[in-house]
């Protein structure tokens, strides 16, 4: 029995995009949580409760955008080129968020600055992802093997929905891990955001849900055809999380709800696969279409193979290491 290897860089690539969004999407939210905070002391524990972490979340980043490069080159090709715009402006926020991130430490003057700059980089990243993602469900112009839209054709009303929906959602897991991490004031706080965020992202997963069909036929096809049934159980396992979210938020469980908060975010990701599956240039190239050679793949695999094991050893041992609240004087960055 020969080996799928285009499916098996497929689920490789798809893990390493899921895993950054939900590692980076807390320390995300907790930037764009930042100018909410109650002063210096707030603020200071909130970055050191991410400091051991943060910079470690984004090597999923890397290894998703180098995965997909090596294994689909085609399909690499024609979304950058179609998403350049929004690709380049999240760099640059990722770039200088990390920049006034670690300025922001040693500032004795300008403090207000690299404060405002943390907050920025964190809120445009985090838009500029929910917009490629919108752009995504919508459908990407392409013709003779390649890119056929215009400069902007990422940006429109829905992309925009989506875009929002997903600071909605980050700020849902920042305030999740914040409650985890943090006591007093603090926790109070996170709770508070995390009840307000909680409901506005269910909103906004309503809304999305109900446009998606009229922006994307594959789509509408997929939610309400004749496989609607084997599509049924992922808007009831958004209503079921939804009310475990609310109710740990009502109740004070600081884990059930960072987790339940994890399990939207899962839902809506196996949501978007099933309605894009198996397009990666959605509604025109299959991954399997637009996977490099045999030869390629299989040379490229053990090298991910030892590579994601290695990754994931590190980060579990990173969070291990520095579980349990944050006091005041962080972990000495």
């Given at each position: 029995m020969s080996i799928d290897l285009p499916l098996i860089w497929g689920m490789l690539i798809a893990f390493a995009v899921f895993a950054y969004v939900v590692l980076d999407g807390f320390d995300l939210g907790i930037g764009i949580l930042f100018p909410f905070l109650g002063g210096e002391d707030e603020r200071n524990r909130a970055m050191n409760s991410i400091a051991p972490v943060w910079d470690g979340n984004e090597t999923w980043l890397v290894l998703g955008g180098g995965g997909l490069f090596a294994a689909f080159p085609e399909a690499y090709s024609v979304l950058m080129t179609a998403f350049y715009a929004?690709?380049?402006?999240?760099?640059?926020?990722?770039?200088?968020?990390?920049?006034?991130?670690?300025?922001?430490?040693?500032?004795?003057?300008?403090?207000?600055?690299?404060?405002?700059?943390?907050?920025?980089?964190?809120?445009?990243?985090?838009?500029?992802?929910?917009?490629?993602?919108?752009?995504?469900?919508?459908?990407?112009?392409?013709?003779?093997?390649?890119?056929?839209?215009?400069?902007?054709?990422?940006?429109?009303?829905?992309?925009?929905?989506?875009?929002?929906?997903?600071?909605?959602?980050?700020?849902?897991?920042?305030?999740?891990?914040?409650?985890?991490?943090?006591?007093?004031?603090?926790?109070?706080?996170?709770?508070?955001?995390?009840?307000?965020?909680?409901?506005?992202?269910?909103?906004?997963?309503?809304?999305?849900?109900?446009?998606?069909?009229?922006?994307?036929?594959?789509?509408?096809?997929?939610?309400?055809?004749?496989?609607?049934?084997?599509?049924?159980?992922?808007?009831?396992?958004?209503?079921?999380?939804?009310?475990?979210?609310?109710r740990a938020i009502a109740r004070r469980r600081e884990l059930t709800l960072f987790l339940s908060g994890l399990g939207l975010f899962a839902t809506c990701y196996i949501g978007f696969a099933l309605s894009k599956y198996p397009y990666i240039i959605p509604d025109h190239v299959t991954f399997r279409a637009a996977a490099a050679d045999e030869a390629a793949l299989a040379f490229l695999l053990p090298g991910a193979l030892v590579l994601i094991p290695i990754i994931l050893g590190y980060t579990a041992y990173a969070y291990w290491v520095f579980r349990g609240k944050t006091g005041h004087e962080g972990y000495g960055h």
């Open positions: 929004p690709v380049i402006a999240m760099l640059l926020a990722l770039v200088f968020r990390g920049v006034a991130f670690e300025f922001r430490f040693m500032a004795k003057r300008g403090k207000r600055f690299w404060t405002a700059g943390f907050f920025a980089g964190s809120l445009m990243a985090a838009l500029c992802q929910g917009m490629m993602l919108g752009a995504f469900v919508q459908g990407i112009a392409f013709e003779d093997g390649r890119y056929a839209g215009g400069w902007f054709d990422w940006f429109s009303p829905f992309s925009l929905l989506t875009g929002a929906a997903v600071v909605c959602g980050y700020s849902l897991l920042g305030a999740g891990w914040l409650a985890i991490k943090t006591d007093g004031p603090l926790a109070d706080f996170a709770f508070r955001i995390a009840r307000l965020a909680g409901v506005v992202t269910l909103v906004a997963i309503v809304a999305v849900s109900a446009l998606t069909p009229l922006v994307a036929p594959l789509a509408a096809e997929r939610w309400f055809g004749p496989q609607m049934l084997w599509h049924a159980p992922a808007p009831i396992a958004v209503v079921v999380l939804g009310a475990v979210l609310l």
